[in-house]
């Protein structure tokens, strides 16, 4: 999904330049636009991924100390293997290309996990529906699984699934 998005953001940013030479200023701020969109889409989602995947590895390398039922810190907030962490999922679509967003593992009670999975909602509520039959399927399940507070997961199980 990143690489897709990171293509077309290069297509828009190649057509808006190629408008500009033409003297499409309009259609040239557009492509700007959407390309910068989509663009920082791709940056975003690299982002989220590096996140998870440091959380991830930070538990892996900390498998024993949890399961012997050590707090450990983590950024500034407390692990065990009972903590509870989310992940939150914005859904978009566009005609024929779909695709879903990943939040990082975000850790329940100590991380601000309404405002994040307001905004996820938020994202999927305006970008989901633009594709069929899918689109607004995919909105209303991911919306539901947001507004239950996304996938969570205690640290234990995020090891178990890891093991698999």
């Known amino acids: 999904m990143k690489y897709i998005s990171f293509a077309f953001s290069v297509l828009f940013l190649g057509f808006a330049f190629y408008n500009f030479y033409i003297g499409e200023y309009a259609d040239s701020v557009a492509g700007v636009f ?3 969109f989509i663009g920082s889409i791709f940056f975003y989602v690299n982002f989220q991924e590096k996140r998870s995947l440091e959380f ?3 538990v892996l390398l ?3 100390k949890l399961k012997n ?3 450990l810190l ?3 907030k407390y692990i065990t293997k009972e ?5 939150f999922w914005a859904y978009c679509s566009f ?4 695709f879903k967003l990943p939040s990082s593992y975000l850790i329940v009670k100590q991380d601000d996990t309404r405002t994040i999975g307001f905004a996820y909602s938020i994202v999927t509520l305006f970008l989901g529906w633009w594709s069929f039959p899918s689109g607004p399927i995919e909105t209303l399940t991911t919306l539901t699984k947001n507004i239950r507070g996304g996938d969570k997961k205690n640290v234990l199980q995020l090891i ?3 093991k698999k």
Do not use: D, H, P, S
């Open 34 to 36: 959407f390309g910068a």
């Open 56 to 58: 991830l590895n930070f």
């Open 62 to 64: 900390n498998e024993q």
């Open 69 to 71: 039922n050590a707090i």
């Open 74 to 76: 983590y950024r500034k």
């Open 83 to 87: 903590t509870i962490v989310t992940k």
């Open 95 to 98: 005609i024929v290309v779909t």
């Open 160 to 162: 178990n699934e890891m």
